[in-house]
């Protein structure tokens, strides 16, 4: 399903339209239920949601920013326990939240409490683990999402976004591994990773890429197995764009972890 999200008229798209694109295209063909969206930021995922028939509810640390009165948001913080009752949404949509919070598990272990048994969650963070990324810190000890964050840059975020800093602050970066150990540590079987775009910069990089995959390649089965070579230097890692989006869903057969995720 291609769904275009607009950028000219209604919300602003708080992250990058390529993300919001991708996220529709997971959900496209699901029977509809109900769904929480959350950050919801000033509502641009939420609408076109809503627009394709899903019974839509938003939660965000900052509430006022949004702007689609015919939907219902509630004030919560993704550190604490959030406003819902147990198994009450259908399907959850965490974009770009992650990495600006202090309890990244936290958050996961409350998607699982709020959804339903057989629930999908859908959830993206900053892809630090593509090539570019991991040249990046080498060379400089920190990557393009995460840059260190000076008196002075610390002022130019709070300036930008009127003081609510935690829209513009990244503060824990979350790779591949650990995001897929938070999941299927609570009761989440991964179904599907996928890259917002890809990277065409990363072509001149090729050859060390090859490298890095041969060097994965040496590795004893079990260990490359066991430590998610495969996954992690794989081209939709290794390769892929700038941010990761996760499909899980809650409660299914814990055999499945096993498998390889499908990748693409």
């Given at each position: 399903m291609m769904v275009k999200i607009s950028e000219s008229a209604g919300p602003n798209a708080l992250a990058h339209t390529a993300i919001y694109e991708a996220v529709?295209?997971?959900?496209?063909?699901?029977?509809?239920?109900?769904l929480l969206d959350i950050p919801a930021g000033e509502?641009?995922?939420?609408?076109?949601l809503a627009d394709l028939g899903f019974s839509v509810v938003c939660c965000d640390l900052y509430p006022e920013m949004f702007k689609l009165p015919e939907i219902r948001i509630s004030q919560g913080n993704l550190d604490e326990k959030l406003p819902f009752e147990d198994s009450e949404f259908d399907f959850i949509v965490c974009v770009e939240g992650l990495e600006h919070i202090e309890r990244p598990a936290n958050a996961i272990r409350e998607f699982s409490r709020v959804l339903r048994p057989g629930g999908k969650l859908i959830v993206s963070v900053p892809n630090i683990m593509n090539i570019e990324e991991r040249l990046k810190w080498l060379f400089f000890g920190?990557?393009?999402h995460f840059k260190p964050v000076s008196k002075q840059a610390a002022a130019e975020i709070y300036?930008?976004?009127?003081?609510?800093a935690e829209i513009g602050l990244h503060i824990n970066p979350i790779g591949y591994s650990e995001l897929r150990y938070l999941l299927e540590a609570n009761g989440f079987d991964i179904r599907r990773v996928?890259?917002?775009k890809p990277k065409r910069a990363s072509i001149a990089f090729w050859p060390l890429v090859k490298l890095i995959q041969l060097a994965g390649l040496l590795m004893p089965v079990e260990k490359r197995k066991?430590?998610?070579?495969?996954?992690?230097?794989?081209?939709d890692v290794l390769t892929g764009g700038n941010t990761m989006i996760f499909e899980a869903v809650k409660d299914s057969k814990?055999?499945?972890?096993?498998?390889?995720?499908?990748?693409?």
């Open positions: 529709i295209r997971l959900l496209g063909d699901d029977a509809r239920g109900k509502g641009a995922l939420a609408k076109s920190y990557t393009s300036g930008r976004f009127n003081g609510k996928e890259m917002d066991s430590r998610w070579t495969d996954e992690i230097n794989g081209p814990p055999e499945t972890n096993e498998e390889t995720i499908s990748l693409r």
